[in-house]
């Protein structure tokens, strides 16, 4: 099994910056792609952003230019900086560990990112 724990979310004001973090333990030989998704109330949970162990990334439009993620994978930890946050951003993130061998997902406990006008 593998537990994924997420820090770094907040209150900031539009304009502002935020760094999540997602550690990850456990079985953490079977993790391979890791990413960022967050969901707002009444809509389905939506991609920001993900990287491959090599470091290939993926972005939404919405963030591409704004939103960097980065991992360190001796310490199989993820991270998402994110500049010049809008108040569109505001939602709850999760972080997500997709398995090498078997067809499922890990996701963490989510992390409220709110956006000030």
């Known amino acids: 099994q593998v537990q994924l724990v997420e820090s770094g979310g907040g209150l900031v004001q539009a304009g502002g910056s935020l760094r999540l973090s997602c550690a990850a333990s456990g079985r ?6 890791m990413g960022w998704y967050r969901q707002v109330p009444g809509k389905q949970r939506e991609l920001v952003a993900d990287i491959t162990r090599g470091g290939t990334t993926d972005y939404a439009d919405s963030v591409k230019g704004r939103f960097t993620i980065s991992r360190d994978n001796a310490e199989n930890t993820v991270y998402l900086q994110m500049n010049s946050l809008k108040p569109e951003d505001t939602a709850v993130y999760y972080c997500n560990a997709r398995s090498v061998f078997y067809d499922n997902d890990f996701w963490g406990q989510g992390t409220q990112v709110t956006v000030s006008s």
């Not at 953490?28 to 792609?33: E, L, P, Q």
């Open 28 to 33: 953490i030989f079977s993790i391979g792609t």
